[in-house]
């Protein structure tokens, strides 16, 4: 009996160490198997996609790691200057919404005074990830004013709708909903910014449907000499992974009473261009409700400035930092979580700059950190300036020198919003970022000088030119 | 039934045979004779090298150096240790998929490499230390760090 119960524990060893080592040859085996099949199938055709197809679940059918990416927007992180912070609010019936951005009026009370008698002033908040743009803007207090539904170009999937109100035509239909009132606008759309808005639903290349970018292009490029440009056939790849971003990140106005969509770029890209040709058409935004000046408000002009800096001269695109390229098994993707690449400094910029994250970290802090204490210098200046209209007001001084001054209250508030309402602090082009608000401080101070000294006519150096 | 010792035995080695081919049968799907080569085919069959593959496709060392000329020791033995060794970690981070990206070299490769370039640009070399004088090597990479891929 002894023999057979040693011989049986011997199996049954053997039986175990045996078992385990063809599990793990078979799992390792099966590990090489799906990394080939991943590497074979960069997607598995599931639902078929066209032209008609706008919910993004549907398509996230085809691409699910896109799908997740673009889920995922709805994360709210904070960086040193941007990012957005999850605030907790009572929902109304008014605005269900239970959670916000922090408000920069409150951050910077001085931003009350720059926009006074703009929607503006009543409720400015962070900017939120691609998912909320549809629920922000909708619900958003300056809603109150009455807004037209051209904001919806960028704050929604809008290639459908426009293509349904305009019989087929996207421009016939971007015209119409541009001079609906924004909640009739409302009821047509359904998605924020979606797939089809930026990809070709046959082939997934990329592709630009936004009415008001390819006017704008085709003004910019008519003005370099280049009749007729359109990027959906002439601009490459890498163009077009910066100009499905410039189709909403960029400075705009809406034209006379239609409220057409511009994108004032017909003189150039530079915030000097952009002021002259809103100058040349006698444009404003609104009248100061302290200082009476026939004042602008920038908006977003993040493909501006980029467009005036290193990266953008490198020929990097939007899409190389903001959606890096990203491995998923054997599979590379661009991230859809689309988002600060200071939340992703691995991905993001060491691809390129090889050094470790915390030196990286800094440097665009540095950058950042500069930008914004000049911004500071130049809003109290231009605090000041208003205030001292406000005063030479009271105290009845002649209409032309008041003009001059409010002249100069126009272009330093541009020209500090541009570089104040634009995404990245400065990042997109440090030195560019630095010369605007250096010249918005010296308008805004030249405007002061003005009320004081009416005679007062500053140095222009000829050096320029 | 009475187990006997001569089952055990022919259990055990029926069992080696099928193990024997389980393995035999990973090896070939995985293409692991590929890794005994210099083919630097062999170092995109797992495509995390696809960009450095591609890379070099384009650069000027293309024609003259594959892989493993700048990336293996050059003496024989050093040259399949250093590639069990990185062989082993590369399969076991790729496995597992928990490497960092983007890749980077480690301090004994990158040495290797500077190795490699001082060894066919003997010459040159031997004129610049010459000329610096200095008991510290220059790192050919620090400029020069597009040239393989």
Known sequence: ?465 | MKLRPRHLFFAFTAYCGVFLGFCLYTFVYARGTSYLTDDPRACVNCHVMKEQYDGWVKAPHRNVAACNDCHTPHHLIAKYAIKAKNGFWHSYYFTTQTFKEPIEITKTDRKIALDNCRRCHAPIVAAIDGTHNNTKRLDCLRCHQGVGH
Not at chain 1, 176 to 186: I, L
Not at chain 1, 213 to 224: C, D, I, S, V
Request: hydrophobic content about 35%; overall charge positive; glycine content about 6%.
């Open chain 1, 1 to 465: 009996m002894e023999k057979p119960s040693k011989a049986y524990k011997t199996l049954t060893v053997g039986v175990v160490v045996a078992a385990v080592a063809s599990i793990a040859v078979l799992a390792l085996l099966v590990n090489i198997f799906e990394r080939k099949q991943e590497s074979k199938n960069p997607f598995f055709r599931v639902v078929e996609l066209d032209d008609t197809v706008e919910d993004p679940a549907v398509w996230g059918k085809n691409f699910p790691l896109q799908y997740d990416g673009y889920k995922r927007t709805v994360d709210m992180q904070r960086t040193r200057f941007g990012g957005s912070q999850a605030m907790p609010r009572t929902p109304t019936e008014a605005d269900p919404r239970s959670l916000v951005a922090q408000s920069r009026l409150d951050e910077d009370p001085r931003l009350k005074t720059m926009w006074s008698g703009y929607a503006f002033s009543k409720d400015f908040r962070e900017e939120r990830g691609h998912a909320f743009m549809l629920d922000d803007q909708t619900y958003t207090e300056r809603q109150k004013v009455g807004q037209p539904g051209t904001c919806m170009q960028c704050h929604a999937s809008t290639y459908l709708p426009y293509k349904k109100l305009g019989g087929g035509d996207l421009t016939k239909g971007f015209e119409a909903m541009n001079s609906m009132p924004y909640q009739e606008a409302r009821k047509l759309v359904n998605h924020p910014v979606a797939c089809i808005d930026c990809h070709d639903p046959k082939t997934m290349e990329l592709r630009v449907t936004r009415p008001g970018f390819l006017e704008g292009l085709r003004n910019l490029k008519a003005g370099e000499g280049v009749e007729n440009y359109d990027p959906n056939k002439t601009a490459t790849r890498q163009e077009m992974r910066s100009f499905v971003c410039g189709q909403c990140h960029v400075e705009y106005y809406f034209k006379g009473k239609e409220k057409r969509l511009v994108y004032p770029w017909h003189k150039g890209l530079k915030v000097e261009n952009i002021l002259a040709y809103y100058d040349e058409v006698g444009f404003k935004d609104w009248t100061h409700k302290i200082s009476s000046a026939p004042v602008l408000k920038a908006q977003h002009p993040e493909f501006e400035l980029w467009s005036q800096g290193i990266h953008a001269r490198s020929g990097v695109a939007c899409a190389d930092c903001h959606m890096p390229y990203t491995r998923v098994g054997a599979q590379k993707i661009s991230d859809h979580h689309v988002r600060s690449p200071m939340l992703n400094i691995n991905r993001a910029c060491q691809t390129c700059h090889h050094m470790p994250e915390a030196e990286l970290k800094a440097r665009v802090e540095n950058i950042q950190e500069r930008t914004f204490k000049l911004r500071n210098r130049a809003m109290d200046a231009l605090v000041d300036l208003i205030a001292d209209i406000e005063k030479a007001q009271k105290a009845g001084k002649p209409e032309t020198l008041l003009a001059r001054a409010r002249g100069h209250q126009r272009s330093a508030q541009f020209k500090l919003d541009f570089i104040e309402a634009e995404n990245s602090t400065g990042f997109h082009a440090p030195q560019e970022a630095a010369r605007i608000l250096a010249e918005s401080v010296d308008e805004a101070r030249l405007g002061q000088v003005t009320l004081r000294d009416p005679s007062y006519t500053p140095t222009r150096t000829q050096l320029e030119k």
